[in-house]
C-alpha cells in the first residue's frame, strides 16, 4: 500500500463513536485518513460479496461470460438462506439481473448461482477469494463461503475490507457504481415472479454523493457497511464494522466520508500512459520504445497544505517518487510497445547505420 505524506491517522477528531472498527481511505493512492481498530479480525456478515464482485467482474473483464448469458438455479444456490430473490431450481436469469440482485438487495442465492456459474463451484470460487485477497497483500482475511451467512473461520478486518473495496472500484468502478447507486430496480420484469429490488444501502437514497457499496449484517458480526462517496472531485471508501443499529453505522460512515471529501484533495502526478523515459536497444524491435506509467498516479494531500518539492528518479523498470526527499512510491513501469527480438541482419545493420550514418 502506498503511504500518504499527510498521514493523520486518528490525530485531529474521533470520526466513528458507534462503531467497533473502521477506516477511510483514498481509493486510487489507497492513503489511509483515519483509522479505529481497522486490524481487528471480525465478521464481514454480506460486505464478503465486495470480494465475491471482484472475482465476477474480473471474469466478466477477461470475457468469460456476456451480461445477456443465461445461468441455471443448481438445487444448492437455491437452498441459500437470509436475503435472496428466491430463485427456483432450474430458473433461469441472465448474468445482468443475478449481479444486479447481489449489488442491491444482498441476494445470496444469486451470489452462489454466479459462483458455480463462474467457477463450476462455490468451493472453486471461494478458493479464488481467498488467492485474489493474497494478491492484494492481504494477512488477516480468510473466506469459506461465497455470501457471508455465518460460518467458522470466516473473517476479514476493515483495513482488509478497504482495500478490497478499493480494487473493485480501481479495476470496475464504471460496471459497478451505476448498479450500487440505484435504489431500487426490478428483475423478472413482465412475469407472475417480478421480484422488487431494494437496496439495503439507505445512504444512496439519502445522503448525496454516496453511490455505494455493501452492508452486511449477522448477530455476530453486528451492523456492518462499506460505502463510497465521490464529492469535490474526489472518492473516498469508509469501512465500519460491528455498529449496534443501522442508524449507528450509517452515521459514523457520513462523519467519515464528509470529513475526507472536505478536508482532501488529489494532486495529479501522471495520467495513465504518460511516458516517462524512452529507451533504445540495439536488440529490439523497435530499437526504440517507451516505458509508460500504467494507471493514474495521485497523491492525497489536505487542503492548504503545501505539498513539497515532488521529484523522480527511474531505477531500471521502476518510477520512484520523493517528496522532499523523501520516498513516497515507486510504479512499476510498462513498456507502451509490442517488442520483438532483432535478428543478426537487422543488429548489424543497426551497428553499421550507427558508425556511418
Given at each position: 500500500?502506498?503511504a ?23 481509493p ?6 483515519y483509522t ?9 456478515a ?15 473483464k ?10 441455471t438455479t ?14 427456483s ?20 442465492d ?24 493474497k ?61 422488487w ?42 469501512v ?7 442508524q ?11 470529513y ?10 501522471y495520467?495513465k ?23 493514474d498516479?495521485?497523491?492525497l494531500?489536505?487542503k ?5 518539492e ?11 517518487i520523493?517528496i522532499?526527499?523523501k ?24 551497428i553499421i ?5
Amino acid at each position: 500500500m502506498f503511504a500518504c505524506p499527510y498521514y493523520i491517522c486518528n490525530a485531529e477528531v474521533e470520526l466513528v463513536l458507534n462503531s467497533k472498527s473502521a477506516i477511510l481511505i483514498e481509493p486510487t493512492t489507497e492513503s489511509i485518513v483515519y483509522t479505529k481498530n481497522a486490524h481487528e479480525k471480525r465478521s464481514p456478515a454480506s460486505m464478503t460479496k465486495i470480494m465475491s464482485l471482484k472475482i465476477i467482474f474480473d471474469c466478466y473483464k477477461d470475457g468469460k461470460f456476456k451480461m445477456e448469458d443465461l445461468v441455471t438455479t443448481s438445487e444448492y444456490a437455491s437452498s441459500m438462506g437470509g436475503s435472496q430473490i428466491f430463485l427456483s431450481v432450474g430458473e433461469q436469469m441472465i448474468v445482468e439481473d443475478l449481479i444486479k440482485s447481489i449489488i442491491i438487495a444482498s441476494a445470496n442465492d444469486a451470489c452462489v448461482a454466479m459462483a458455480e456459474f463462474t467457477y463450476g463451484s462455490e468451493e472453486a470460487f471461494v478458493e479464488q477469494m481467498n488467492k485474489e485477497a493474497k494478491n492484494l497483500g492481504l494477512t488477516n482475511t480468510n473466506f469459506v463461503n461465497c455470501t457471508g451467512l455465518p460460518t467458522n473461520n470466516h473473517y476479514t478486518t476493515a483495513h482488509d475490507m478497504a482495500l478490497i473495496a478499493c480494487s473493485l472500484l480501481n479495476n470496475h468502478a464504471d460496471e459497478v457504481l451505476p448498479i450500487s447507486s440505484r435504489y431500487d430496480d426490478y428483475i423478472r420484469e413482465g412475469t407472475e415472479k417480478q421480484f422488487w429490488l431494494v437496496n439495503t444501502n439507505k445512504l444512496v437514497r439519502f445522503v448525496e454523493g454516496i453511490d455505494g457499496l455493501k452492508t452486511g449484517w449477522t448477530v455476530e458480526a453486528g451492523y456492518c457497511l462499506t460505502a463510497t462517496m465521490c464529492k469535490n472531485d474526489i472518492r473516498f471508501v469508509a469501512v465500519a464494522m460491528g455498529a449496534e443499529t443501522p442508524q449507528k453505522r450509517n452515521s459514523d460512515i457520513v462523519n467519515m466520508l464528509q470529513y475526507g471529501v472536505s478536508n482532501y484533495e488529489i494532486v495529479s502526478l501522471y495520467n495513465k500512459d504518460d511516458s516517462v523515459k524512452e529507451v533504445e536497444d540495439i536488440l529490439s524491435r523497435p530499437n526504440k520504445y517507451h516505458l509508460v506509467v500504467p494507471k493514474d498516479i495521485n497523491i492525497l494531500k489536505r487542503k492548504g497544505v503545501d505539498l513539497g518539492e515532488v521529484s523522480t528518479k527511474i531505477n531500471k523498470n521502476e518510477l520512484e517518487i520523493y517528496i522532499d526527499d523523501k520516498f513516497f512510491q515507486s510504479v512499476k513501469l510498462e513498456i507502451k510497445e509490442v517488442l520483438s527480438k532483432a535478428n543478426f541482419l537487422e543488429i548489424f545493420l543497426e551497428i553499421i547505420g550507427q558508425m556511418f550514418g
